[in-house]
């Protein structure tokens, strides 16, 4: 197992970054271009393992895309509604998008297809999407645990019609169905009921969807969100610039709020779609100053002498966001509690039980509960080796760490790979 000898940063951050492409975008406009009528350009694509086993998904399923590795850019010629293949085996990695959005569309086609992923996707629900698939016609089976991949995909295509999701795990489930909808047969209404993570991810699928020229009806209330995709709608090709990853930006952002400073993501601001953009409201709670334009974001550190202030926070909209938070926790002035992230316990790995093991090597005192934790800073710190357990989060999160705490090292750094390769590179350049 590789090794990454974090370095402490010896003065105040003063930097600019621009930032590569967000893999939830990314994924998303892949979906739409592959189901478009016409080519489209996507340009400032993320080249990841999540990326990239899209992209291998599409191909798999007849879907001709040419990738610009040095741009980065994909040319996506749309299949017009028609998937060319009718029998396919799918693998997903450990990639939910692919999983969740590729049964989908898998659906919309008719044959037979299979999908399946490494041994932590198999511990990956699924079962309320297939509930909801099966609502509008599909057939699907799991041939080792139910509701588990892998999954079985007997397609016919979509019918429409009205379907239910009950407290879904995954706000990617109702992504899938959204994605998938305008090709039914008839109109579909999809409600979603009780806690229902990440919205501000279902938010980014529907504007997705009006850039491709689909219209969703959509409604949020407290505890139900609705929506209506008339049917049969067709996507539109279009030539798309992709924004910079916002989850992978936090850990840029909260640099200096760390280590002093200032710094500044370029290509990302108010205008985004992506929720996490503003992780800069709570760093902004804990004492940095913001400022936010348009396509820019900069944080500038608490003043000299001061600390970050611990808060607590209800998280459920930016799950993606709290192992950032977790990690600033342990500089602040007294306990941060991360509130309503139950589905963090399904993710790469369980993060909220992986937070609590690495933190506290490090000497803070952590209170886990089922959907969330506590950490109360030490006041000092000991150098220990972070186990990643095969998560990205748990490796970009812990480099904040190393900024401040000699001697850490970050077991398997290539799992940033999954979303961000080369990372640490581009975090040591930025932050040395």
């Known amino acids: 197992m590789t090794e990454h000898h974090c370095t402490l940063a010896t003065r105040p951050i003063t930097a600019t970054v621009r930032l590569p492409g967000s893999k939830s975008l990314t994924n998303r406009a892949l979906v739409a271009a592959a189901m478009a009528d016409g080519d489209s350009i996507l340009s400032g694509i993320l080249l990841a393992d999540d990326t990239r086993l899209m992209i291998d998904a599409l191909r798999a399923l007849g879907v001709a895309i040419t990738v610009d590795e040095s741009t980065p850019a994909a040319e996506v010629t749309g299949c017009r509604g028609q998937l060319g293949i009718s029998a396919a085996n799918i693998a997903c990695g450990n990639a939910g998008t692919v999983m969740r959005f590729g049964t989908a569309l898998c659906a919309t086609s008719h044959g037979l297809f299979r999908l399946d992923g490494v041994p932590r996707m198999r511990e990956r629900p699924i079962g309320a999407l297939a ?52 090709y039914a047969m008839k109109d579909v209404l999809i409600e979603a009921r009780g806690d229902v993570p990440s919205i501000p991810y279902l938010k980014m699928t529907t504007a997705l969807m009006d850039r491709f020229g689909v219209a969703v009806v959509e409604q949020y209330q407290p505890g139900s969100v609705k929506f209506i995709v008339a049917a049969p709608q067709r996507y539109q090709a279009q030539s798309m610039a992709i924004e910079p990853d916002a989850s992978n930006a936090t850990y840029f952002l909260t640099a200096p709020a760390i280590a002093g400073g200032s710094l500044t993501v370029a290509g990302l601001g ?31 550190g608490p003043p000299a002498g001061a600390k970050l202030r611990g808060i607590d926070i209800d998280l459920n909209d930016m799950p993606d966001t709290a192992q950032t938070l977790a990690v600033a926790a342990l500089f602040a002035d007294g306990p941060t509690t991360i509130r309503n992230v139950a589905n963090l ?32 800073p030490a006041e000092s710190y ?47 350049a930025v932050v040395a």
């Open 131 to 182: 509930d909801a698939l099966r609502q509008l016609g599909t057939g699907l089976e799991f041939p080792e645990h139910e509701g588990y991949p892998p999954v079985i995909v007997h397609a016919g295509g979509l019918r429409g019609g009205q379907v239910l999701l009950t407290d879904p795990p995954s706000s990617q489930m109702v992504s899938a169905l959204l994605l998938a909808a305008p």
């Open 270 to 300: 108010t205008d985004s779609v992506q929720g996490d953009a503003r992780f800069v409201d709570v760093l902004e709670r804990m004492g940095c100053s913001i400022e936010r334009r348009p396509n820019s974001l900069r944080v500038d």
């Open 345 to 376: 316990r399904l993710k790469e790995t369980d993060r909220i039980a992986a937070l609590a093991a690495e933190l506290s090597k490090l000497g803070a005192s952590v209170k886990t509960f089922d959907d969330g934790l506590t950490i109360h």
């Open 382 to 428: 000991r150098p220990a080796a972070i186990d990643t357990y095969g998560d990205h989060r748990m490796a970009m999160s812990f480099a904040l760490a190393g900024l401040r705490i000699p001697g850490l090292v970050i077991n398997d750094p290539e799992c940033c790979a999954k979303t961000f390769p080369g990372f640490f590179e581009r975090f040591e």
